[in-house]
C-alpha cells in the first residue's frame, strides 16, 4: 500500500499546514485550503514510479496491496462547481482516471473497495451504495459543490443504487463514460454520453494485458503438481526417475493454455459460458497432446479428466477480469461447475494410480 497520509483535524474542520502530519506521496503536488478541510492536489503527469508500480501489478506483485487512502482529492484548481469523479481506490485505476484529467479542474472521490478495480469491486460490493454514502458522509463533499452531482464510473453501475444514494445525501449520479481517457470531453458536453463512449471493448491485447497475472497465480498448483508426480512416480519406480517430466510439462501446459491461449482466443470460441468454452479448448489440448505423445488409453482417459477441468477453471476464473458477463450467470457456473471438475479431477487421480500400480508390477 503506498504511504499514507495523516491529517491532524481540529474541531471545526478546518486545516492548516501548521496543524497536519502527513509523509507525502509522489504523486500529490500540494494541497488547497477549503471550508471542509485541507484537500491534497494530485499530479496528473504519471512518473516511472507510477509505470514500476503498474507492471508490478499486472504481473501479481503486491497487487493486493496496490491501494491509497480513499477520501477527497483535486485535480487542477477545482472549485463550488467544479465537476465530482468517484473510482476505486485501486492506484492502477486512480492513475488511469488523474492522468486523463490534464488541465481538467475536478474533485475527485475515492472509495474504498480494498484496492480492487471498479468493475470487480462493483460485483464484490465494496465499490457500492452503502461504501458511497459513507465517503459523502465522511469527506463532506456535498457542503463542497453547488451542483450536487456525482460522476460514477460506468462499469459501477451494478453496485450503486443511485436512488438511495440521492435520498440519503441529496447528490444525483451520473454514470460517465466507459473509458478514462473520454472523461475531458464528457464534461466539455456537460456530462453527456456519445454511443461510442457507453461501448465496452475488450481487445486482445486488452486480454493480453492480463495474462500474465492469471498464469501467475496458477504457477504454485503446478509446483504442487510437479511434485506430487514426482512422488508418484518415484514410489511406482521405487528409484529416482525423471518419468514425472512429462505428466508436469504436459500439465504445465495446460496452465499455458488456460492463462494465455484461452484469453488470446476468447472471441472466435464458440458458447456463452466461459466454464464450456475452456472445457473445449482442454478438449482439444487434450487430443493433440495424446496424439504427439502416442499416449495409451489410460493416459488418455488421465489427459481429459485432469487437463479439461483445469483450463475450464482458468477459463471460468477469467470471468473476473472481463466486462461482458454477469455476476448472476457467473455464480451459476461455479455452482454447476465446481462438482464435475472435482469428479473429474478424482476420477484422473484414480487413473494414474492404477496405471502406476500396474507399471510398477
Partial sequence: M?????????????????????????????????KIGLIPVIANTLTHYDTYGT??????????????????????????????????????????????????SAWILLLDTKGVNVWCAAGKGTFGTKELIKQIEVTKIGELINHKSLILPQLGA?????????????????????????????????????????????????RLVLTPIEI???????IIAGIIFFIAHSIASQSFTLKFLNDYFSFLGAIITGGFIFPLILPILPFRSFALKGALLGLFYSVILAFFNKSSLGNIL?????????????????????????????????????????LSVITGIIIKIIILIRSAL
Fill in 2 to 34: 503506498t504511504r499514507p497520509i495523516m491529517i491532524k483535524r481540529k474541531t471545526n474542520n478546518s486545516l492548516s499546514l501548521k496543524n497536519m502530519i502527513v509523509r507525502k506521496e509522489r504523486w500529490i503536488r500540494s494541497f488547497i485550503n477549503t
Fill in 302 to 342: 488421465f489427459g481429459f479428466c485432469i487437463y479439461i477441468p483445469v483450463i475450464s477453471f482458468m477459463a471460468l476464473n477469467f470471468t473476473g477480469a472481463t466486462t461482458f458477463t454477469s455476476i448472476s450467470g457467473v455464480k451459476k457456473e461455479i455452482k454447476i461447475a465446481t462438482p464435475l471438475y472435482l
Fill in 55 to 104: 507492471i508490478n501489478a499486472r504481473i501479481g506483485i503486491n497487487r493486493h496491496n496496490y491501494s491509497i487512502i480513499p477520501g477527497l482529492y483535486a485535480s487542477g484548481k477545482p472549485d463550488a462547481n467544479s465537476p465530482v469523479l468517484v473510482t476505486a481506490n485501486y492506484k492502477l485505476t486512480f492513475d488511469k482516471v488523474r492522468s486523463s484529467l490534464q488541465g481538467i
Fill in 216 to 222: 501467475k497465480s496458477a504457477l504454485v498448483s503446478s
Fill in 158 to 206: 451494478p453496485g450503486v443504487s443511485g436512488y438511495e444514494v440521492t435520498k440519503k445525501t441529496g447528490l444525483s449520479i451520473h454514470y460517465g463514460p466507459v473509458y478514462a481517457k473520454d472523461i475531458p470531453a464528457y464534461i466539455n458536453r456537460s456530462m453527456v454520453k456519445t454511443d461510442e463512449e457507453k461501448i465496452i471493448h475488450f481487445t486482445t491485447i486488452d
